[in-house]
């Protein structure tokens, strides 16, 4: 599942009242949601959440670094900032201030190594608006001002990777763990791959991948839905229906001992560790889930309490589950940063040493149960806003096939017990599934 935080959410709860909470929001939310399906293949999730007139919007397509192909990596999100460009018939700034000067907030978009999405705020009164200048961005993005926008790309490129001592650690830890996965290239792309972009390339990915069938439009907030309804077939019904391209990605070979590798920068210590593991919908997936909270999530969980404040032996220390996408099998990564006297091999065993106790079933149902009360409590609480609850929605239907996904997860999770947590971690946390990257001055 998407879970990858380098901050705890503080906020205490009581564990039974939070995952009666849980089960009552999950169980709202699944009978609120409404459903529409455009003849193109276009699929619209539309929530009424009151009577305050201002609504979230997303439209999100399934597309990202994960599509593109050895030597024209950087397609897709060159291909999001180019939406931005405007239309033939619309400018760049007039785009932006169409939105903008209608009440806009948050306008963005993002692209992942699974998705692109566009997304913003407007008052419900401009819901009309919003609707045509998406639908214009998607339907009649131009080239406009290519070579210029290709430079911004990859001055961006340097800044969050080459320039960057994390953007550099998690370059090579996906180049490392990864063989033949999409998943070993950065999501804006190579830099070589990048600065020799044209044209013709993104209007050819755009033609096989911007396709109803791989995108979902969400709708948040108050606003009336039956007229929702009418404006979403007016603006996006026209688009041309075309069969989605088949998914044909190369198999991840299994890995057969330790990979060790480092990232250079004139920067403090980190270590990251990192191990294979298969993606949703696999059920070890969700065991991965809980194992990221008993090791990380809180200042009582195992690697915090041991390495930060029993042995002092790193300042911080995260985890992260389903990195650095989820449409493919993917990793379970731990990133400390140790204290100057410490080594990273000293590091890397204490973690191990953790970890040996997970294998060994030392984990009562105590610790159990705030795990699974953690994951419901952030579940919801991560979703309490009309933007949040649009891209969750968005998310889950384009990577899970399904939104309903959000409810079926918290159920299953809710059932993992210790005994299948030690099974999940003696079968993933191996040697031979191993990789170490160290940051070196």
Known sequence: MKIFKLTFLACVLVMASSVSFADGSMAKLEKSVVELNLPNGMKWLLL?????????????????????????????????????????????????????????????AFTTKDVTAYHAKMPSSKMELWLYLNSEMIKHSVMRDFFKERDVVTEEL??????????????????????????????????????????????AFKKKYYVPERMVGVLVGGFDIAKAKVLIGKY??????????????????????????????????????????????????????LINYVLCEGENSRLRSELVFNKKLVRAVECGNGMPGARLDNLFIIVAEPIKGHSYEDVEAAIDAELGKLKNGDVDEKEMARARNNVAKDMVFEMSSNEEIAMSLAYYQSIAGDWRYIMHHFNVIKKIDSKELSKVANKYFTDNNKIVIELKK
Do not use: C
């Open 236 to 289: 996006f019904g026209d688009i041309p229906a075309k069969k989605s391209a088949a998914e044909k990605f190369p198999k991840e070979p299994e890995q057969s001992g330790t990979r060790r590798d480092f990232a250079t920068f004139n920067a403090s210590p980190v270590l990251m560790m990192a191990y294979h593991k298969p993606t949703l919908p696999s059920h070890d997936d969700y065991t991965f889930d």
């Open 158 to 203: 340097m800044n969050s990777v080459e320039n960057n001592p994390n953007g550099r650690m998690f370059h090579q830890l996906f180049a490392t763990a990864f063989t033949k996965s999409p998943y070993r290239w950065d999501i804006i792309g190579e830099k070589a791959d990048v600065m020799s972009l044209q044209p013709e390339y993104l209007e």
């Open 48 to 108: 009424n959440r009151g009577a305050t007139p201002v609504f979230a919007g997303a439209v999100q397509v399934k597309v990202g670094g994960v599509d593109e192909e050895v030597g024209k990596t950087g397609l897709a999100h060159m291909l999001e900032h180019m939406a931005f460009k405007g239309t033939k018939d619309i400018s760049s700034d007039d785009l932006w201030n169409a939105f903008m000067t209608n009440g806009a907030e948050g306008l963005n």
